[in-house]
C-alpha cells in the first residue's frame, strides 16, 4: 500500500475521531455562547492532510503495534497544528485558512453582528472587533492546546509513557514558538541569509513534523535512540516539505491566490535566492515590489525567480534533504515494508503539488 493509498484509508478515521472529541467537549456545555465558541474551533480543525497524525500512526504501527489506541493520542499532534493556526492567523491577520474563515475573523463577524462596530483610541487597536475577535483567537487557541494535552492524558497508555510524550510534545511546542519568533522578526529585515531562513523553517514547520513520529515510537515503547532517529527523520523530511511548499505558492495550487507569500512580503528561500542571484535591475524590482498585492507585480516577481535560478536552486536543496531524510530511514530498525512506506512518504512531501 501506498502512502497516498494510506493518507486515504486514515484520513477518514482520524476525521471521524476527531470530531467526535470536539463533539465530547463542545456537548458539555448548554450555554449557546460556549457551544458556539467551541464548534468553531471544531469547524476550524476539519478538512486538514493529517499527515502529521498519520505519521504517529505509522511509526506506532512500525515497532510491530496494531492495536488501534494510538489514534488519541495522535489527535493531539493535529490539535497541537491547530493551536499553533490559530494563533499564526493572528499574526498574519489572514481572514481564510483552508478556504475557511479563521478563528478571528469568525470572532470579528460575530462582535459586529451582535453589537455592531465602534472605534476608539486604545493602545492596540482602533475598532473594539478587532481587540474582540483578537482576543477570543488566543483564548480559543489556547483551549485546543489545553485540549491537544489532554488527548494524550485521556489515551489507554501506561503513564510513563504518556508522560514520556507529553515532555516531548512541550519540548517541540517550545521550538516552534521560537520559530515562528524567527519568522515575525525575519520580516523586518532585508539580509535574511539560507542559514537564517533554514534555521527558521526548521524550527516552526520540521520540528513539528518530526515530534509527531517520535511519539508514536514512545507510545510504543520504543528506546530513546529510536525515538530520537523518527525525529530526526521527519524533521529532515519536512524541510523539503516546506521548501516544496515555498515553490508551490507560486506554481501550484494552496488554496488562495497565486504568489500569497510575495503579497505579504514573506521572506522566503525564493525571495532570499532572488535577491543573492539578481542583476542590479532584477534586485531594484525585487526590492520595490515584494510585498505588494498587484498582480502584475506578482508576476514580475515570479519570473525574476525563474530567471535567476532561484526556483530550480529551491527544487534541488529539496531533494537533496529528502535524500538525506532516506539516509537516516536507512539506521531506523523496521520492516522493508514499513521503509517503503516512509520512503514513499518523503517522495510524496517532496513532489507534491497542492
Not at 505519521?55 to 493520542?73: C, E, H, N, R, V
Not at 517550545?174 to 520559530?179: F, V
Not at 535512540?225 to 516544496?244: D, P, R, V, W
Request: glycine share 6%.
Amino acid at each position: 500500500m501506498s502512502f497516498v493509498e494510506i493518507t486515504k484509508n486514515y484520513k477518514p478515521k482520524i476525521d471521524k475521531e476527531l470530531d467526535m472529541f470536539f463533539k465530547k467537549y463542545q456537548d458539555r456545555f448548554s450555554d449557546p455562547f460556549f457551544r458556539f465558541c467551541y464548534g468553531l474551533i471544531r469547524t476550524y480543525s476539519k478538512n486538514g492532510k493529517r499527515l502529521r497524525p498519520i505519521g504517529t500512526m505509522l511509526s506506532y504501527f512500525a515497532s510491530g503495534k496494531i492495536d488501534k489506541k494510538i489514534i488519541l493520542p495522535a489527535l493531539s499532534i493535529e490539535l497541537l497544528q491547530s493551536h499553533s493556526l490559530i494563533l499564526d492567523d493572528i499574526m498574519d491577520e489572514d481572514e481564510f485558512r483552508r478556504g475557511k474563515k479563521t478563528i478571528y475573523q469568525s470572532m470579528k463577524e460575530y462582535f459586529i453582528e451582535n453589537y455592531g462596530e465602534e472605534s476608539y483610541e486604545g493602545s492596540l487597536f482602533s475598532k473594539k472587533s478587532n481587540k474582540y475577535a483578537t482576543s477570543f483567537g488566543m483564548m480559543l487557541g489556547n483551549i485546543v492546546l489545553i485540549l491537544s494535552e489532554l488527548a494524550v492524558i485521556d489515551s489507554e497508555f501506561p503513564d510513563s509513557y504518556k508522560i514520556k510524550a507529553l515532555r516531548a510534545i512541550n519540548l517541540a511546542d517550545e521550538i516552534i514558538y521560537h520559530g515562528q519568533m524567527k519568522d515575525i522578526d525575519m520580516e523586518t529585515h532585508q539580509n535574511i541569509t539560507e542559514t537564517d531562513y533554514l534555521m527558521m523553517i526548521e524550527r516552526k514547520t520540521s520540528v513539528f513534523f518530526g515530534m509527531a513520529l517520535q511519539i508514536g515510537s514512545i507510545l510504543a515503547g520504543d528506546d530513546e535512540s529510536k525515538s530520537n532517529l523518527y525525529y530526526e527523520f521527519g524533521k529532515t523530511a519536512a524541510l523539503s516539505f516546506q521548501i516544496q511548499d515555498d515553490i508551490i505558492d507560486i506554481v501550484g495550487k494552496k488554496g488562495h491566490q497565486v504568489g500569497s507569500d510575495i503579497r505579504k512580503g514573506k521572506r522566503t528561500l525564493l525571495y532570499i535566492k532572488s535577491l543573492e542571484l539578481s542583476n542590479e535591475y532584477q534586485k531594484k524590482d525585487l526590492i520595490k515590489y515584494y510585498g505588494k498585492n498587484h498582480d502584475e507585480t506578482v508576476k514580475r516577481i515570479i519570473q525574476i525567480m525563474q530567471d535567476t535560478g532561484s526556483i530550480n536552486y529551491c527544487k534541488k536543496l529539496a531533494n537533496l534533504k529528502n535524500n538525506k531524510a532516506k539516509k537516516i530511514l536507512e539506521k531506523i530498525n523496521m520492516s522493508n515494508e514499513h521503509k517503503i512506506i516512509f520512503r514513499d512518504m518523503t517522495d510524496f512531501m517532496l513532489n507534491r503539488s497542492a
